[in-house]
Nanobody, 126 residues
Framework: QVQLVESGGGLVQAGGSLRLSCAASGRIVNSYTMGWFRRAPGKEREFVSA????????YYLDSAKGRFTISRDNAKNTVFLQMNSLKPEDTAVYYC???????????????????WGQGTQVTVSS
């Protein structure tokens, strides 16, 4: 089992920044993909960003490109999401997830991820 714990959420004003962290207690292997998803009030879960545990491949929601940066620290089993220029529409609970399959599933499909954290609240005011 892989345990994921998110942290770093909070309340910020529009234009501000937050850095989310996701710490994994289990082993993350090179074939894994680590992703960030979010669920805003009254909306379905939405893909935000993902990164392979090996290599430099990253993926972003279109509205996050240029504002969000996903990164990792393999030695610390941690993935980060740096969020800049935050907007009120970014308000949501943000979840970290781990996709364990390499040759099946998609990085942007939440149901293809095997492990999930409990989420961290991000609120952007204006």
């Amino acid at each position: 089992q892989v345990q994921l714990v998110e942290s770093g959420g909070g309340l910020v004003q529009a234009g501000g920044s937050l850095r989310l962290s996701c710490a994994a207690s289990g082993r993350i292997v090179n074939s894994y993909t680590m992703g960030w998803f979010r669920r805003a009030p009254g909306k379905e879960r939405e893909f935000v960003s993902a990164i392979r545990w090996s290599g430099d491949t990253t993926y972003y929601l279109d509205s996050a490109k240029g504002r969000f940066t996903i990164s990792r620290d393999n030695a610390k089993n941690t993935v980060f999401l740096q969020m800049n220029s935050l907007k009120p529409e970014d308000t949501a609970v943000y979840y970290c997830a781990a996709k364990t399959t390499y040759y099946s599933g998609y990085y942007f499909v939440g149901s293809d991820y095997a492990y999930w954290g409990q989420g961290t609240q991000v609120t952007v005011s204006s």
